[in-house]
C-alpha cells in the first residue's frame, strides 16, 4: 500500500526565512509520481510540482525547489526568502499505477510579517 | 492545463437534503475524480468516475450515498445524499490531462449541512 508522511504539521517562520518542509512516502512500485501542492486560505488546490520517480534531478522555480533522494524516499520542498503570501497548507502526494492520488496530512505553513 | 470549474461555490443545506456538485472541464480528460477534505484533514478520494461505465468507489464510500454521473468527457456530477452534519466538508474533482502526468483540482465546493 502507498502512504505519504508529512510529519510537520505546522511551521511558523518570519518572512525572508528559507523554510523546507518533509515529505516521506512509501511504495512498493517502481514506477511512481510525487506532487506537491498547495492550499491557501481560498481552498482552491494549487499544482505546484510533478516528479517522476526515474529523473531525480533536484527542480528550482523561483524562490522554490525541490529535493528528490529515493534513497530515504523523501521529496521535500523549500521556499527560499518566504514572504507572507506562501502561508498555506502544502500537501505532499504519491500516485502509481492506479491513478489514484494518495496525500499526506498536510503542513500548515505560516509565515508572519 | 486545462480550466475546471465546480457549481456551486459553496452552499448551506438542512439535513436529510440532497446536493449535487458539478465540476466541466474545459478539455476532454479520459479520467476524472471526486476527493473529499473533512475540516482541517486532508484529502481523500470518492470515487473515479469514468465515461461510459460505473464510477468506481474507494472503501468507505457507496454509490447511494453519494452517486456520480459522467455523461461525457468534459463533464461530471457528484450527489451527496440524505445528508447529515458529518458531510460538512470541501468536495473537489480533479482531472488528470492525457498528454501530462499532472493532475489538477477544481476550486471546490464547500458544503455545510445544519
Known amino acids: 500500500a502507498q502512504k505519504v508522511t508529512q510529519a510537520q504539521t505546522e511551521i511558523s517562520v518570519v518572512e525572508k526565512e528559507d523554510v523546507t518542509l518533509d515529505c516521506v512516502y512509501e511504495?512498493?512500485?517502481?514506477?511512481?509520481?510525487l506532487f506537491w501542492y498547495k492550499q491557501p486560505p481560498s481552498g482552491e488546490l494549487v499544482f505546484l510540482i510533478r516528479?517522476?520517480?526515474?529523473?531525480?534531478q533536484n527542480e528550482i522555480s523561483g524562490r522554490y525547489s525541490w529535493n528528490f533522494q529515493k534513497s530515504t524516499s523523501s521529496f521535500n520542498f523549500t521556499i527560499t526568502a518566504s514572504q507572507v503570501v506562501d502561508s498555506a497548507v502544502y500537501f505532499c502526494?504519491?500516485?502509481?499505477?492506479?491513478?489514484?492520488?494518495?496525500f499526506g496530512k498536510g503542513t500548515k505553513l505560516t509565515v508572519n510579517p | 492545463s486545462a480550466v475546471i470549474s465546480q457549481k456551486p461555490s459553496r452552499d448551506i443545506c438542512q439535513r436529510g437534503t440532497s446536493l449535487t456538485i458539478q465540476c466541466q472541464v474545459d478539455?476532454?480528460?479520459?479520467?476524472m475524480f471526486w476527493y473529499r477534505q473533512q475540516p482541517g484533514q486532508s484529502l481523500t478520494l470518492i470515487a473515479t468516475?469514468?465515461?461510459?461505465?460505473?464510477?468506481?468507489?474507494e472503501s468507505g464510500f457507496v454509490i447511494d450515498k453519494f452517486p456520480i454521473s459522467r455523461p461525457n468527457l468534459t463533464f461530471s456530477t457528484l450527489t451527496v445524499s440524505n445528508m447529515s452534519p458529518e458531510d460538512s466538508s470541501i468536495y473537489l474533482c480533479?482531472?488528470?490531462?492525457?498528454?501530462?502526468?499532472?493532475?489538477?483540482f477544481g476550486p471546490g465546493t464547500r458544503l455545510t449541512v445544519t
Open positions: 502526494a504519491l500516485r502509481v499505477w492506479s491513478e489514484k492520488l494518495v
Open positions: 511504495t512498493r512500485d517502481t514506477t511512481y509520481y
Open positions: 468516475a469514468n465515461q461510459g461505465s460505473e464510477a468506481t468507489y
Open positions: 480533479s482531472f488528470r490531462l492525457a498528454d501530462t502526468y499532472e493532475q489538477y
Open positions: 516528479r517522476n520517480s526515474f529523473d531525480e
Open positions: 478539455s476532454q480528460v479520459t479520467m
